[in-house]
Structures are given as structure tokens and as C-alpha cells.
């Protein structure tokens, strides 16, 4: 199958819209929360920010879709407009439940092609990072699971979105002339190079929120075992489980699961070097430490082309 054909187009977008589920979060079961939970829950800074993209986000496709000249891609991209609507609704009816202390500010985006692809490369950095935090967060029981077991839905469809965003843009470079690997290759390098500078702009942002409620050591126990390798490597096993569910003809987010491999081995590269210098420390004479103790990154499948 080429990519940018008539066959591609059809693939990605009846993929997308057939995996579509259809449901309310207002149906949810919603848990009781304890206090420390609560208290977690609040003190966690990202809500204002989550909340104004997905409903921003699902304004603007609903609006660009209505553009779009080929009817099965206008389909596609408002339906992914919907669910990221949806998304919003979730998190507005997880905030009124709990009372969280958030005041979003309207971010209204233009419905252009320009805030789509920018909009599509966020979401490939994003999920690759929340792939991996929302593993951890599980593992640590940061939250109850009653609460956390129904984010795994909003997952699930945020992989359905990235795939389909990428297939998407080589498509539609495709037609616009920039056929093959190598002339898609610069403008998907400078959009992932543009959407690592603006997480990097809200990270200094989310600097500056005020949780409602941050008691010292609120999260010192949950997260007293994590490291730079085990978050690397959480984002990377679990952006691999969530891409091996696609049908293999299509193509995957590609140059952040490569940054964050890269980035796996030389974490664990250089936690086994400061293990083995502490095996030699003249304070542990006699005791050494396996050159095996530190799991090596389990090695991916090599990647298909895409952007």
C-alpha cells in the first residue's frame, strides 16, 4: 500500500471511525474518594490546561473538518473532534465531582490546517509522556483504581487519535507534493521540534499553578522509587503495547518513541555505571553488584516509516 493513495486514505479513516465508542461520562461510576486522595487529586496541576485543550481542540476540528473537501476525511476529522469534546466533558465532570479548584481560560484556535498538524504533534509528545505517567500513577496507587480504570477508555482513543493524525499528514503531504520518506522527513522534524518547545513553555507554566491543596510529602511515598529509567522505560513499553493494537499497514508516531529510547539507554547506562562504581567503593569491600542487576530496555520491533 502507498502512502498517500486512494487505499491509505480509506484504511485510516474507516480504522478511525469504525473503532469509534460511543458513550457518556456523565454514566460513569464515578468513586467515592478519601481524603488523601483528594487531596492528591487536587494538588495535581494540570487540570486547567487539559481542560481548555480538549475543548478547544474539539471547536477547532469540528470547524476545520467542515472544510475538508474529501467527505471521509471531513467524517473522520469531526469525529475525532467530538471525542476530543468528549474529553473535556470527562475531565468537567471529574472536576465538578470533586470539587477541584479550576477556572479554565478560553484559548480559542483558528480551524486551519496549521492549528491541526500543531495541535496533532502535541498530541503525539503528550501521549507518549501519559502513556508512561499513567502507568506508573496505577503501579504507585496514586489514586484508587476505581478512579483511574476509567481513564484507561480516554487512552485508548488518544492512541486512535495520534495514529490517525499521522497518517493523516502524510497524506495530505502526499498531495500537496511531498511524496515518499525523505522530502516528509524535514517538515515532520520541525513540527516534533515545535511541539517539544511549546510542552517545554507549558511546563514553565504548570510551574506556576497553585494546587488547592499540596500537604508536604503528598506524593513522597507513591513516588519514592522512581527514577529517570523507569519513567523512560514505562513511557516506551507502554506507547508500544498501545501501537501494536493498529492494523500494521498503517503508520505510527515515530521520532518521540526514538527520542525516548535513546534516552532510555543512556538513563540505564548511567545508573549501571554509578552501580558498578559503588560495587568498588572502598565502604562495601567484599561486596559487589551483578554487571546484570540493571534490566537492559527490552528491544522494539524496528519501527515503519512515518512521520
Not at 4 to 22: D, P, Q, V
Not at 44 to 58: D, H, S
Not at 279 to 289: C, D, E, L, N, Y
Request: proline share 6%; aromatic share 8%; hydrophobic share 40%.
Amino acid at each position: 500500500m502507498r502512502i498517500g493513495s486512494n487505499e491509505h486514505k480509506e484504511l485510516f479513516c474507516r480504522s478511525f471511525i469504525y473503532t469509534h465508542e460511543a458513550y457518556d461520562p456523565q454514566d460513569w461510576p464515578w468513586p467515592e474518594l478519601d481524603e488523601l486522595s483528594l487531596a492528591r487529586l487536587r494538588a495535581i496541576p494540570i487540570w486547567r490546561m487539559a481542560l481548555e485543550a480538549e475543548v478547544g481542540a474539539g471547536t477547532m476540528l469540528a470547524g476545520f473538518g467542515e472544510k475538508a473537501s474529501d467527505q471521509l476525511v471531513r467524517q473522520a476529522i469531526e469525529l475525532q473532534g467530538y471525542e476530543e469534546d468528549r474529553h473535556g466533558r470527562i475531565l468537567q465532570c471529574m472536576i465538578d465531582r470533586y470539587a477541584l479548584a479550576v477556572t479554565p481560560k478560553p484559548r480559542e484556535k483558528r480551524p486551519t490546517r496549521k492549528a491541526f498538524v500543531e495541535f496533532g504533534y502535541d498530541e503525539c509528545a503528550d501521549s507518549f509522556a501519559g502513556f508512561g505517567i499513567f502507568r506508573l500513577a496505577r503501579e504507585a496507587r496514586i489514586l484508587p483504581e476505581g478512579l483511574t480504570s476509567l481513564f484507561t477508555r480516554l487512552l485508548s482513543e488518544e492512541a486512535r487519535h495520534i495514529v490517525f493524525f499521522v497518517n493523516w499528514v502524510a497524506w495530505d503531504r502526499d498531495r500537496r507534493g511531498l511524496r515518499g520518506t525523505a522530502l516528509q522527513a524535514l517538515p515532520a522534524l520541525l513540527s516534533y521540534a515545535g511541539a517539544i518547545a511549546r510542552r517545554a513553555a507549558m511546563g514553565k507554566e504548570m510551574q506556576g499553578e497553585k494546587p488547592a491543596e499540596n500537604p508536604t510529602g503528598l506524593f513522597d511515598e507513591a513516588l519514592a522509587n522512581l527514577t529517570p529509567a523507569s519513567f523512560l522505560r514505562a513511557c516506551v513499553e507502554e506507547n508500544e503495547r498501545y501501537m501494536s493494537a493498529f492494523d500494521p499497514r498503517l503508520l505510527r508516531p515515530r521520532m518521540i518513541p526514538l527520542i525516548g529510547r535513546f534516552a532510555l539507554h543512556a538513563a540505564e547506562a548511567i545508573d549501571k555505571a554509578r552501580a558498578n562504581g559503588t560495587s568498588t567503593s572502598p565502604r562495601m569491600a567484599g561486596a559487589s553488584i551483578p554487571r546484570d542487576s540493571e534490566p537492559a530496555a527490552r528491544r522494539p520491533r524496528a519501527d515503519r516509516q512515518g512521520s
